[in-house]
């Protein structure tokens, strides 16, 4: 097996080489003294100390040197940290005999011999070439970062699932670094400027839990919107530019952030589903909070709510045993047009609910598709109780076939609507 350890150098003998540290280097944690050595009585004297290095591993690159043989490698971890800080040399010893110069090096220590319980990431811009970022994270066991991640034309970096997710994968990683970047635009003027005012109303909204939202570049042939625990919405370009289009309309983009907004509240409240196979129990709820609030914010938007619904029926997915399955069609328009009857029956009762009440009120209802999440569910068989809605009018609706009529919400000023902001109903 040819096994290369570093860049093949030799001594001026030619029979040995240190490999690590090399010359000028700067060294901090858990590293490595290694080379190789045609003879096996090697040892490494780092500033006095003679270290001998465990011999015998593989080096096909060197056998060559050597007379044919390969296991010359050596090799050691050591904890650079013990040197304490500053320069230091090393030198190869063959037996008794020192060989070339001592080369130098330069330690760092961060914080002691061994740092316990720290914990970053932090992102490198245009590295490893422009227009990438490499994510360094601590490990505590290297003393040292390592290379967690290289985004920018990487789309393997990126979540597979294309409609509201949510996500513990890229917790703490800085945006910049998710998918291929955050963008300072969605490439239109006047649509940056209604995102912006959406994304301020949606804050007013779902007050007690403040987001960052940050437009962000999927990268080619994917469409996400990614909310995180640490408050960090990511709303990606393509899954807006495809509902637009797709649509004719940005109130679905609306509708979409508020079900990121409804993540937020889950993780707020620990109502993620964790032990379910899939996400699709937490998904419905995220989208009858969507529903909820199109249903309170947006009962100006009439008929044109239908293409909120054609968007939530055109992104159900049939995939039950992949665990970002987020519900069929049509179990992902009932529960958007449960959250909206939910805001009905607010107006009509002048009741606000809170945040807890409104979780029972859709758990309840969607509590038969999070009991079939134990057992395979049928293709198309709708798995939510909602009595009082009609699914074939809603797959109607969804389809263009009928009109929202009935989706008109009852009519309210908007103080009184204000006024029934989930929030609210805890102030009273
Ligand atoms: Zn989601």
Known sequence: MLTTLGALSSSVSGQVALENPQNGSFQSGIGLISGWSCSADVAVVVDSSIIVPPYGSSRGDAAGICGGNANIGFGLLFNFNLLGPGRHTAQIRLGREYVDSPITFTVTVPAGEFARGLSKTVTVNDFPSSGKSTTLVWQ?????????????????????????????????????????????????????????????????FWTGFPATVYPFDECPGVRNALSRPDHVILFGRNI????????????????????EWGHQVQFG???MNQAAPSVRSSELEADAFSGYYMGLVKRWAGPEL?????????????????????????????????GMQAAANAIY??????????????TASIGTAILKERTPVTKGEPSIAVSAIDLEYIRKIASGEASAEWLRMPSASDEQRRMLYPNRAVDR
Request: proline share 5%; charged share 10%.
């Open 140 to 204: 505590e066991s290297l003393q040292n970062f390592a290379i967690a991640g290289v985004s920018g034309g990487n789309p393997s970096r990126n979540v597979q699932v294309d409609y509201g997710c949510y996500s513990n994968t890229y917790q703490g990683v800085a945006p910049q670094a998710i998918g291929c970047g955050i963008l300072p635009s969605f490439g239109d003027a006047n649509f940056d400027l209604r995102f912006g005012q959406e994304t301020q109303i949606q804050a007013s």
């Open 306 to 338: 239908n293409t909120y619904f054609q968007r939530l029926f055109s992104l159900g997915d049939y995939q039950f045993n992949d665990p970002g399955h987020h519900g069929t069609p049509n179990e992902r328009v009932a529960a958007g047009a449960l």
């Open 269 to 271: 409240y620990g109502w």
């Open 349 to 362: 009762n002048n009741t606000p609910y809170n945040y807890e009440q409104l979780h029972q009120i859709f």
């Open 240 to 259: 807006t530019v495809d509902t637009i289009l797709s649509t004719g309309s940005d109130l679905p983009v609306a509708g979409i952030l508020a079900h």
